[in-house]
């Protein structure tokens, strides 16, 4: 549902977007099916929608480094929670050494390498014909604290005041992140979420190097990258809006029927504001563009 404007908005436009939300959404659901059950299909599922995410855009070859990077973490955690474990004697050491030690470093070089030997091709294309990126070479820029700063301030008024993207399906995103903390820290949940925050610091630091002129890109460019994570971010409203099913479910064994049915209106109006923002999004636009005014004040 999130994705349907967006979808229509772009469809007839000649750019690889669709493809890379395509590829990126299917590979990050498969890593975290991987970290819900630890089975290794997913992990090769992941890496191999990766390697066409990377191939498909620029944007995602970045992409590609950015669940890289999360797996590590996830790793080190699990490396760290393996030993703290071990020290209370929940498990012996061949179990650390294992599990812990050369199974992690080999599923964190197969995803890796399976996602990148994919788009190596294009790579070594790139490199022939002296496909270069000025992204690159700017990177250096980010250290100029006074001209970072100027920039974070444009982008902001530009996502909150000249051209809020879809704004009810952001409000209501960092709103379940709030009243469902305790669920967004759980092991998985967290991961998922810490997917998405990379995701969008990447896309942060592109806009704080980029070679071209900000406003610009920014009016070119936002509402396409953001589509390229509202699909996980739809995904995990979904699985704290199960975990939301399931507290619901307590509650009426437990026979509190206001909290009960406060909990459905709860739900109800979400997928309200969700259907409004998708189909009457320019009916109402002029009062959405000022509705972060609002809360900021």
Same mark, same amino acid.
């Given at each position: 549902?999130?994705?349907?404007?967006?979808?229509?908005?772009?469809?007839?436009?000649?750019?690889?977007?669709?493809?890379?939300?395509?590829?990126?959404?299917?590979?990050?659901?498969? +890593?975290?099916? !991987?970290?819900? /059950?630890?089975?290794?299909?997913?992990?090769?599922?992941? &890496?191999?929608?990766? =390697?066409?995410?990377?191939? &498909?855009?620029?944007?995602?070859? #970045?992409? $590609?480094?950015?669940?890289?990077?999360?797996?590590?973490?996830?790793?080190?955690?699990?490396?760290?929670?393996?030993?703290?474990?071990?020290?209370?004697?929940?498990?012996?050491?061949?179990?650390?050494?294992?599990?812990?030690?050369?199974?992690?470093? @080999?599923?964190?070089?197969?995803?890796? /390498? @399976?996602?990148?030997?994919? !788009?190596?091709?294009?790579?070594?294309?790139?490199?022939?014909?002296?496909?270069?990126?000025? *992204?690159?070479?700017?990177?250096?820029?980010?250290?100029? +604290?006074?001209?970072?700063?100027?920039?974070?301030?444009?982008? &902001? *008024?530009?996502?909150?005041?000249?051209?809020?993207? #879809?704004?009810?399906?952001?409000?209501?995103?960092?709103?379940?992140?709030?009243?469902?903390?305790?669920?967004? $820290?759980? %092991?998985?949940?967290?991961?998922?979420?810490?997917?998405?925050?990379?995701?969008?610091?990447?896309?942060?630091?592109? *806009?704080?190097?980029?070679?071209?002129?900000? &406003?610009?890109?920014?009016?070119?460019?936002?509402?396409? $990258?953001?589509?390229?994570?509202?699909?996980?971010?739809?995904?995990?409203? =979904?699985?704290?809006?199960?975990?939301?099913?399931?507290?619901?479910?307590? @509650?009426?064994? %437990?026979?509190?029927?206001?909290? !009960?049915?406060?909990?459905?209106?709860?739900?109800?109006?979400?997928?309200?504001? @969700?259907?409004?923002?998708?189909?009457?999004? %320019?009916?109402?636009?002029?009062?959405?563009?000022?509705?972060?005014?609002?809360?900021?004040?």
């Amino acid at each position: 549902f999130a994705l349907i404007s967006d979808i229509f908005s772009h469809a007839s436009i000649a750019m690889a977007d669709l493809t890379l939300t395509f590829f990126y959404t299917i590979s990050t659901i498969f +890593l975290f099916y !991987y970290f819900t /059950t630890k089975k290794r299909y997913y992990l090769l599922y992941s &890496s191999i929608f990766m =390697g066409f995410m990377a191939w &498909s855009k620029e944007e995602g070859f #970045g992409l $590609l480094f950015v669940n890289t990077a999360v797996f590590v973490i996830y790793n080190i955690f699990l490396h760290v929670k393996k030993i703290i474990n071990y020290k209370k004697n929940r498990l012996n050491k061949e179990q650390i050494i294992h599990i812990s030690g050369n199974e992690s470093v @080999i599923n964190v070089l197969a995803f890796f /390498t @399976i996602g990148f030997l994919i !788009y190596l091709p294009w790579l070594i294309t790139c490199f022939i014909n002296n496909f270069t990126t000025s *992204y690159l070479t700017n990177i250096r820029q980010i250290f100029d +604290l006074k001209t970072t700063f100027t920039n974070l301030i444009d982008i &902001s *008024y530009y996502f909150f005041v000249i051209h809020p993207v #879809g704004i009810v399906f952001w409000i209501i995103f960092f709103l379940f992140i709030i009243f469902n903390i305790r669920f967004v $820290l759980k %092991e998985n949940n967290f991961f998922l979420l810490t997917l998405s925050l990379f995701h969008f610091f990447l896309y942060l630091l592109i *806009y704080l190097v980029t070679p071209y002129d900000l &406003s610009w890109h920014l009016r070119f460019s936002a509402d396409r $990258l953001l589509m390229h994570l509202t699909p996980i971010c739809t995904f995990l409203i =979904g699985i704290l809006l199960s975990n939301n099913k399931n507290n619901l479910i307590v @509650i009426q064994k %437990e026979k509190n029927k206001g909290l !009960y049915i406060l909990g459905y209106l709860i739900l109800i109006g979400i997928i309200l504001f @969700i259907i409004i923002d998708i189909f009457f999004f %320019e009916l109402i636009s002029d009062a959405l563009n000022m509705f972060p005014l609002l809360i900021l004040t």
